[in-house]
């Protein structure tokens, strides 16, 4: 801070420095191993997340700070990876060719039952979660957030938002398939 100034600047912050410091590299490390821009700055900011998380961090040397950057910016591509495998993208002209279908389709009356009905039961089931499970479906479905925002907002480990992610769906799957034996 400076004399007579009651402002704090980001460059007071050790943490502001070194993310001056080290930012370019580790960006330029992710933009090598991404496809596009926007990925390798969200992936460069979970990077920094991280570091604030790791309460130790500043005590490190610069080289293992370094290291450590680097490793976690390497993880942090291989999750993303491993999560774009697991939820296959469809393009958006792939997208748009199906819309007519589907647009006149879900007009139909009866399409609009069926679809209340089958939201209905969702709702319900929901309400049957425990409600740690009904807040993370519902923020990560009904919001569209992701599970690090979810963790952040909760202040929860991301892990423990994702394990309750996958705990709920898994119920609700189990549900959802019983229904279908009993009709």
């Known amino acids: 801070m400076q004399p007579g100034n009651n402002r704090v600047s980001a460059t007071d912050s050790p943490y502001a420095l070194l993310y001056e410091r080290h930012a370019a590299v580790i960006l330029i490390y ?33 080289d293992e700070q370094l290291t450590w950057l680097y490793r976690v910016a390497h993880n942090k591509c291989a999750d993303f990876y491993r999560r774009a495998r697991r939820r296959p993208t469809i393009s958006l ?55 690090v925002d979810i963790a952040r907002m909760l202040k929860l480990r991301e892990g423990t ?6 705990r709920a769906l898994n ?13």
């Open 93 to 147: 002209e792939q997208t748009m060719e199906m819309i007519p279908f589907y647009a006149d389709e879900a007009r139909e009356p009866e399409q609009i039952v069926v679809r209340r009905d089958e939201q209905r039961l969702l709702y319900e089931q929901i309400a049957t979660l425990p409600v740690q499970h009904q807040k993370v479906v519902l923020l990560r479905f009904g919001a569209g957030m992701r599970c």
């Open 30 to 62: 992710i933009r090598r191993r991404l496809a596009t821009d926007a990925d390798a700055e969200d992936i460069l900011l979970d990077v920094f997340l991280a570091v604030l998380e790791k309460e130790d961090f500043l005590l490190l040397k610069e």
């Open 161 to 166: 938002v994702r394990g309750w992610l996958s």
């Open 171 to 183: 119920l609700l799957r189990i549900v959802y398939e019983n229904e279908r034996e009993d009709s």
